[in-house]
């Protein structure tokens, strides 16, 4: 079965870095555009970031532009979010989510990893 | 501000139908298909409808989803219990190149 598992998270102070990983299995991860969305305390979702199946193409909220980075290695599985550049307000439970062919179409999403930025 | 418009709550009493509708422009809505997901607290959201209208298998066809020019709605009949969630609108949006989420709509079975 499709599993999705996010970790990674953590404390980190404003201005500092973090990288996110999401290991994937039960379904052939290089044939599927992958996502990061993310959910503030109490808050709704946000779309964060999209990267194309084989690393092409990348888009990205003005939000965290410059200063999120995605990124996939095929061969393991793996989808990754570099953030930097912390601020309070990126706070969040950071969920990937698999694209089922069509952007924001998101069949599985794995169980979320928290980012608290806060000094 | 969400780029999609939706009500913050809803309510209903059981076996009532509920609307949810989620608003947006020619940029988003009104070129792309719309999705909505259903997240129960304190669990990640599921996918509800897709492509405006279909549901995923498994997905109780008490749920379904229209749109229609730069808006789109989603309906539960025969409203449960187990139907108490946080229900959000999505879709691309081909101005911004982001995708976009509506704020989110807490549907309350009273």
């Known amino acids: 079965q499709v599993q999705l598992v996010e970790s990674g998270g953590g404390v980190v102070q404003p201005g500092g870095s973090l990288r996110l990983s999401c290991a994937a299995s039960?379904?052939?991860?290089?044939?599927?555009?992958m996502h990061w969305v993310r959910q503030a305390p109490g808050k709704g979702l946000e779309w964060v970031a999209f990267?194309?199946?084989?690393?092409?193409?990348?888009y990205y909220a003005d939000s965290v532009k410059g200063r999120f980075t995605v990124s996939r290695d095929n061969s393991k599985n793996t989808l990754y979010l570099q953030v930097n550049t912390l601020r309070p307000e990126d706070t969040a439970v950071y969920y990937c989510?698999?694209?089922?062919?069509?952007?924001?179409?998101?069949?599985?999403w794995g169980q979320g990893t928290l980012v608290t930025v806060s000094s | 501000q969400s780029v999609l418009t939706q009500p913050p709550s809803a309510s209903g009493t059981p076996g009532q139908r509920v609307t949810i509708s989620c608003s947006g422009s020619?940029?988003?809505?009104?070129?792309?298909?719309v999705y909505w997901y259903q997240q129960l607290p304190g669990t990640a959201p599921k996918l509800l409808i897709y492509?405006?209208?279909q549901r995923p298998s498994g997905v109780p066809d008490r749920f379904s989803g229209s749109k229609s020019g730069t808006s789109a709605s989603l309906a539960i009949s025969g409203l449960q219990s187990e139907d108490e969630a946080d229900y959000y609108c999505?879709?691309?949006?081909?101005?911004?190149?982001?995708?976009?989420f509506g704020g989110g709509t807490q549907l309350t079975v009273l």
């Open positions: 999505a879709a691309w949006d081909d101005s911004l190149t982001e995708g976009v």
């Open positions: 039960g379904f052939t991860f290089s044939s599927y555009g």
């Open positions: 989510a698999k694209d089922r062919g069509q952007l924001m179409n998101f069949d599985y």
């Open positions: 990267i194309r199946y084989d690393g092409s193409n990348k």
């Open positions: 492509k405006n209208n």
């Open positions: 020619s940029s988003n809505i009104g070129s792309n298909y």
